[in-house]
């Protein structure tokens, strides 16, 4: 099947309406949750490109728990943080298992701050993430969810197209220390959009940066991000993994 259409959904952040209206949008999703006879019999690929969990804001939080007022010090607030977003993950496991060929999830940096809580992940403003931290007054994950999201991918290639949560660069799929410490994974496509073309790829898709306006497409240094979820867009692309140069099409799609 050399021909197939990827659909790549950027960060989700507990933004489950978006991620479920885009999936259905794209056609890829049924009415009952399931993937559909596209996406079943593997002509759809669906791609989510990494960071499930944390809303991105107060605001955010609020708009999950349905608390006028989220505070993140409350364990009362944390707990009904971490059963709504348990209750879409188990969705979104549920229609994985279902077609585990054609539906891949890329680990991104707060997923594994979920299964790692050695590190806290927050805001500039302030927030912190720490609704999975018992440590901080959270719960933990269910062991079932963390066995299936430590089985997430670090990427995903297809012939020289490569989806990742951050870069083209190994040393930002894993997230220690040095990852925390280094400046560039906000910034390289911007400072260094050659790393694309250096790693022998064609294209490649990520996220991790929140675009403001929407996905970013570069089709001349090969790459797009697409941490645009809240701007309503996916990434569509048409990929024939027989050719050489495999991206037959490449769009941002609103919904």
């Given at each position: 099947m050399p021909m197939q259409k990827f659909i790549a959904v950027g960060d989700v952040h507990a933004d489950w309406d978006g991620?479920?209206?885009?999936?259905?949008?794209?056609?890829?999703?049924?009415?009952?949750?399931?993937?559909?006879?596209?996406?079943?019999?593997?002509?759809?690929?669906?791609?989510?490109?990494?960071?499930?969990?944390?809303?991105?804001?107060?605001?955010?939080?609020?708009?999950l728990t349905g608390l006028s007022r989220f505070n993140p010090r409350n364990p009362d607030h944390l707990f009904v943080a971490a059963?709504?977003?348990?209750?879409?993950?188990?969705?979104?496991?549920?229609?994985?298992?279902?077609?585990?060929?054609?539906?891949?999830?890329?680990?991104?940096?707060?997923?594994?701050?979920?299964?790692?809580?050695?590190?806290?992940?927050?805001?500039?403003a302030g927030l912190v993430h720490v609704e999975f931290d018992p440590e901080h007054g959270g719960v933990h994950l269910p062991e079932h969810l963390r066995g299936w999201m430590g089985e997430f991918l670090r990427e995903l290639r297809v012939g020289r197209v490569q989806f990742a949560h951050v870069s083209p660069l190994p040393a930002h799929a894993y997230y220690d220390d040095l990852f925390y410490a280094d400046h560039s994974a906000k910034r390289w496509f911007r400072e260094s959009p050659e790393y694309v073309?250096?790693?022998g790829l064609s294209f490649g898709v990520y996220g991790h940066t929140q675009m403001e306006r929407g996905i970013l497409l570069d089709e001349e240094a090969g790459f797009?991000?697409?941490?645009?979820?809240?701007?309503?867009?996916?990434?569509?692309?048409l990929i024939d993994s027989s050719q050489d140069s495999p991206i037959q099409s490449v769009r941002a799609v609103p919904f």
């Open positions: 991620l479920w209206a885009a999936l259905k949008a794209a056609s890829c999703v049924t009415p009952d949750g399931l993937p559909t006879p596209p996406v079943q019999a593997g002509v759809y690929q669906v791609v989510l490109i990494g960071d499930l969990v944390h809303p991105k804001s107060e605001r955010d939080y609020e708009r059963r709504e977003q348990v209750r879409e993950l188990e969705r979104l496991r549920a229609y994985q298992s279902a077609a585990p060929h054609a539906v891949h999830l890329i680990l991104g940096n707060h997923d594994d701050a979920v299964l790692n809580t050695s590190y806290v992940l927050g805001t500039q073309h250096m790693a797009a991000m697409i941490d645009a979820l809240h701007t309503r867009e996916y990434l569509e692309l």
